[in-house]
């Protein structure tokens, strides 16, 4: 998402003639766009902006700005540890910038950080996608869920779902500029349209619709809610050509009492029932997940829980992190029953080999099989050109060719499985 944004921030700086340069130290605005979902993402952001302050004193017109998820939890206080700070603006306040950047030229200081969107079309505006093969839409934004740990519903407000005509518009422009693969975006892309009053408007007949476009592309989604994920969901998937048969599925825990207390509604059996109505329906699905580590007051024995399910589900890949206290939620404050760093850390490093054991098993099972891939980059080493891309599944495979090229998709017969990724050869 926040990739996407900042495509979108520089699209709308190219209406007023700013360009992007390689060269961080030229710059005359710099803006550091930030994450907040763990505190590691948020020092991250903060120990930029201090290298930038000290920039900014032998060159006093250095525009300095911060936004995302960490401009619109601290507001004012952004200001508090980096006075030099020019432009404060929020997750809502992207498509005011136009008026930002005037104020802020005219040597104002600016925060402006609000609770409700600028209501706008955003095909207005230009977007200066970073991929050549690959392009993000943001279908909705926002997450109503509240998930105990999660600081998402404060920073990214309630969900708004964009219209699908827009979304439609957009992607259209996508196929048109000659990008392969589209990736619908939302912090909970299940509850698209719920926020309409027409009922039509879901997730499932909008993969519908963009399905019909004419041309060679694919279409992605992330990420899936468990328990929302509905039949005609499935079943859509199944019918549209153009959608891969790949679900990324954050579990977060194995055990039902530690996503009881996560907030999560569903418990471990409703998340196996989901995982095994997909895998009975498309034969070479990838199911990937998320897991966290250490939430508070969890056991040894709920932890082996989460790499009991790990394995049972055979799931694909997982991002894995440990628990990381965010202000503003109800986890945060149940300080009582932290967990020691070390544990933390020590469950993470075994969640993380049980991730790259299964992982390698998954991509053992495609030995043989002949997967599509889409060409997204070239490596040449010692005369010999690799290509790298990935199958509709998500796995990323490597192959050797000298015939094809990036953004084709090319039949490849998979013979070696890593870790990582899988190694093939091109065939007809
Ligand atoms: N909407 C998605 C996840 C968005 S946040 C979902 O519900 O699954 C991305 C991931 O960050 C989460 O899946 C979770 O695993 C991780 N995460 C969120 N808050 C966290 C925290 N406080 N500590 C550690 N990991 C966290
Ligand atoms: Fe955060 Fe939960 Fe919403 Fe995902 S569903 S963004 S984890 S609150």
Known sequence: MNKSDSERIAGILSHFDYVETDVEKEADLLIVNTC????????????????????????????????????????????????????VFGTHNIYELPELIKRIENDEKVCAITNTPVVCDQNDFKIIRKESVNAWIPIIEGC????????????????????????????????????????????????????????????????????????????RFVTSYPSDITDDLIDAVEECDKVCKYFHIPMQSGNSHILEEMNRHYTKAKYYEIVSKIRNRFPDVAITSDFIAGFPGETEEEFQDTLDAIDELELDYSNTAAYSPRVFTKAGKMVDKFLTEEVKYERLNRLNEKNREVCLKSNEKFIGKTLKVLVES????????????????????????????????????INKAQTWCLYGEPVV
């Open 144 to 219: 109503n869920n509240f998930c105990t740990y999660c600081v998402v519903p404060f920073t990214r407000g309630r969900e708004r779902s964009r219209r699908p005509e827009e979304i439609i518009t957009e992607a259209k422009n996508i196929v048109k500029e000659g990008f392969k693969e589209i990736t619908l975006l939302g912090q909970n892309v299940d509850s698209y349209g719920k926020d309409f009053k027409d009922e039509n408007i879901t997730l499932a007949n909008l993969l519908r619709k963009l399905n019909k476009i004419e041309g060679e592309f694919r279409i």
């Open 36 to 87: 907040s979902i763990r505190q590691l993402s948020a020092d991250k952001a903060y120990s930029l902006l201090g290298v930038w302050g000290k920039w900014k004193k032998t060159r006093p017109e250095l525009k300095i700005a911060i936004c995302g998820c960490v401009a619109q939890q601290d507001k004012e206080k952004v200001r508090q540890r980096a006075p030099y700070v020019d432009l």
């Open 378 to 413: 070239k490596t040449v080493k010692d005369g010999k050109i690799t290509l790298n891309g990935r199958a509709d599944n998500n796995k990323i495979v490597h192959f050797e060719d000298t015939t094809k090229k990036i953004g084709d998709f090319v039949n490849v017969k």
